[in-house]
């Protein structure tokens, strides 16, 4: 189906740190897209990404306190 879904944007501090998780309350999440927000120290810290279970997603960056975005899209 197209048009069903609903986008929420997320903006993390440069505090986050890889494997910290977000309980978001969102409901029907079907997709998670993470970005890095600043510049990294190195090629091999470059990177983002995310996973979620239910409404809970959990964040992975290639460098630790970092700023992380996160768009989610969901059937809500």
């Not at 879904?5 to 079907?30: E, H, Q, R």
């Not at 510049?39 to 279970?53: E, N, R």
Request: charged residues 10%.
């Amino acid at each position: 189906q197209r048009g069903d879904l609903k986008g929420y944007y997320a903006s993390f501090a440069n505090t986050t740190d890889t494997g910290d998780t977000w309980a978001s309350g969102i409901p029907g999440i079907v997709a998670v897209f993470a970005s890095q927000g600043d510049a990294v120290g190195t090629q091999a810290s470059a990177g983002a990404g995310a996973s979620f279970s239910g409404s809970t997603i959990t964040i992975y960056l290639g460098e630790d306190n970092t700023v992380a975005n996160l768009l989610v899209l969901a059937r809500s």
